[in-house]
Nanobody, 125 residues
Framework: QVQLVESGGGLVQAGGSLRLSCAAS????????MGWFRQGPGKEREFVAA????????YYADSVKGRFTISRDNAKNTVYLQMNSLKPEDTAVYYC??????????????????WGQGTQVTVSS
């Protein structure tokens, strides 16, 4: 069983930056691939970024490539999402998720077993 808790969201002006964190409770954190998803008001939850068990592999949605960076610190049981050059369309609740022992990074919601409760990111014009 894994519990995930996101933090770091808030209100930022367009062009600004935020760093989200996702803290995991389980000692087996390093056996999970991790993903970030987001969901805006009235929209479907969409993939943002994913990272492999060691951090050596990453994958990003086209909408955030070059602006967002996913990373992890297995010693701290934490995955991060550094968000730069934020745009109003980035406004959403951001969720982290865990995928146990995956061989490939996954981009769909059903592929992930554990989810956090989300943290709100609001980007103003």
């Amino acid at each position: 069983q894994v519990q995930l808790v996101e933090s770091g969201g808030g209100l930022v002006q367009a062009g600004g930056s935020l760093r989200l964190s996702c803290a995991a409770s389980g000692r087996a954190f390093s056996t999970y691939s991790m993903g970030w998803f987001r969901q805006g008001p009235g929209k479907e939850r969409e993939f943002v970024a994913a990272i492999g068990v060691t951090g050596g592999s990453t994958y990003y949605a086209d909408s955030v490539k070059g602006r967002f960076t996913i990373s992890r610190d297995n010693a701290k049981n934490t995955v991060y999402l550094q968000m730069n050059s934020l745009k109003p369309e980035d406004t959403a609740v951001y969720y982290c998720a865990a995928d146990y022992d995956s061989f490939r990074l996954k981009v769909i919601v059903p592929a992930y077993e554990y989810w956090g409760q989300g943290t709100q990111v609001t980007v103003s014009s």
